[in-house]
T-cell receptor
Framework: GQQLNQSPQSMFIQEGEDVSMNCTSS?????WLWYKQDPGEGPVLLIA?????ELTSNGRLTAQFGITRKDSFLNISASIPSDVGIYFC??????????FGTGTSLTVIP | NAGVTQTPKFQVLKTGQSMTLQCAQD?????MSWYRQDPGMGLRLIHY???????DQGEVPNGYNVSRSTTEDFPLRLLSAAPSQTSVYFC????????????FGPGTRLTVT
């Protein structure tokens, strides 16, 4: 199957700091999604990207669809304790089959 | 709206037993899917459906069967459970294809001994 690598695997940051994470693929995708998963729950969609080079924001979150179409980036500004969780990227070419990354675990220290 | 519901929340099976994981949504979504999530790995697509009567395989379909007789329900069947199927299973639905926002259920934690 497709391999999506997320980095870093985990992050420990102070409240108020900015966060950057990325996702790279061995294949080209035409859709990238970013999800957040809280413990014991299903993932929740944060941002969807549909065009190479696209930059999209959702509150303090900003994501970019890489120009090569093989990568995507997520930034969180001014982190707060409720940002804690696991962040997943997901890519697709068909719109019906999505491949998920291995996740970035974020811990925010108050 | 209840959104996407999954039952049971927890299940323990012995090797060789069969069972059905239930998934239902009340949002009239055409697209539904099943994923499994294993430690250290992302979610992997098992099967998906783009409407009643239409199903297709995802990345890891072996050992699982699905059917979609109604828009609301998308059960996942394990015919002969194996320890390798120990995982957390998530069902999701979307108004159109999966490229649009997928709403995930709370998950079923399955252990096969």
């Amino acid at each position: 199957g497709q391999q999506l690598n997320q980095s870093p695997q985990s992050m420990f940051i102070q409240e108020g700091e900015d966060v950057s994470m990325n996702c790279t693929s061995s294949s080209i995708f035409n859709t990238w999604l970013w999800y957040k998963q809280d413990p014991g729950e299903g993932p929740v969609l944060l941002i969807a990207l549909y065009k190479a080079g696209e930059l999209t924001s959702n509150g303090r979150l900003t994501a970019q669809f890489g120009i090569t179409r093989k990568d995507s980036f997520l930034n969180i500004s001014a982190s707060i304790p409720s940002d804690v969780g696991i962040y997943f990227c997901a890519g697709s070419n068909t719109g019906n089959q999505f491949y998920f990354g291995t996740g970035t675990s974020l811990t925010v220290i108050p | 709206n209840a959104g996407v519901t999954q039952t049971p929340k927890f299940q323990v099976l012995k090797t060789g037993q069969s069972m059905t994981l239930q998934c239902a949504q009340d949002m009239n979504h055409e697209y539904m899917s099943w994923y499994r999530q294993d430690p250290g790995m992302g979610l992997r697509l098992i099967h998906y459906s783009v409407g009643a009567g239409i199903t297709d395989q995802g990345e890891v379909p072996n050992g699982y069967n699905v059917s979609r007789s109604t828009t609301e329900d998308f059960p996942l069947r394990l015919l002969s459970a194996a320890p390798s199927q120990t995982s957390v299973y998530f069902c999701a639905s979307s108004p159109m294809g999966g490229a649009y926002e997928q709403y995930f259920g709370p998950g079923t934690r399955l252990t096969v001994t």
